[in-house]
């Protein structure tokens, strides 16, 4: 009895979690054209490619933002004060 008491606990806390956390999921396809991105300061954006990818910061933006590229192609961003749009 126990047992189930800590899975329905878990499954709880899973839907009021993961819920909040699912709203915060983009998806979209790229056509070949620049996606808008928003970077929140001071909230980390983790952003999903579905292979390898390169990326060209410009200095004055790499300056103000921690960005972090794996090679799986997911970026880890966050800016740190706010820049102008880029392309």
Do not use: C
Not at 68 to 84: C, H, P, V
């Amino acid at each position: 009895m126990r047992e189930v008491k800590k899975i329905a606990l878990f499954s709880v806390l899973m839907f009021v979690f993961g819920s909040a956390y699912a709203e915060n999921i983009e998806h979209r396809v790229w056509k070949k054209t620049p996606l808008d991105i928003s970077l929140p300061v001071g909230k980390e954006r983790i952003i999903s490619f579905p292979g390898e990818i390169s990326l060209d910061v410009p200095s004055d933006v790499r300056d103000v933002s921690r960005i972090q590229l794996r090679s799986d192609g997911t970026i880890y961003w966050k800016a740190g004060a706010e820049f102008d749009s880029r392309r």
